[in-house]
């Protein structure tokens, strides 16, 4: 991470998407967190706005932010800006 910014968003209920035991998931999840990660878990990406581009380098720097808008089964929709974003 190198002192970036880093936001995990999981549709299923704990990371993992439910392949991992809950007690490996919350431990690994714990980890994550401690490390500086935010993660949002019962979340949808709904879509993803902003500039286009098919690839990046480590000199590629967008000339403005990604809009990601998510929805959250309890919290409702809600968006944030990106740099980069992986699926």
């Known amino acids: 991470r190198l002192g970036s910014t880093v936001t995990v968003i999981e549709m299923a209920q704990s990371i993992g998407g439910g392949l991992l035991d809950g007690t490996i998931a919350s431990t690994f999840t714990k980890i994550l967190q401690k490390q500086g990660l935010t993660i949002h878990v019962n979340t949808r990406v709904m879509g993803v706005e902003g500039p286009s581009s098919t690839s990046i380098n480590k000199d590629s720097k967008p000339d403005s932010p ?17 740099d980069v974003v992986l699926v």
């Open 66 to 82: 990604l809009i990601v808008k998510v929805k959250n089964d309890v919290k409702g929709d809600s968006q944030f800006e990106a």
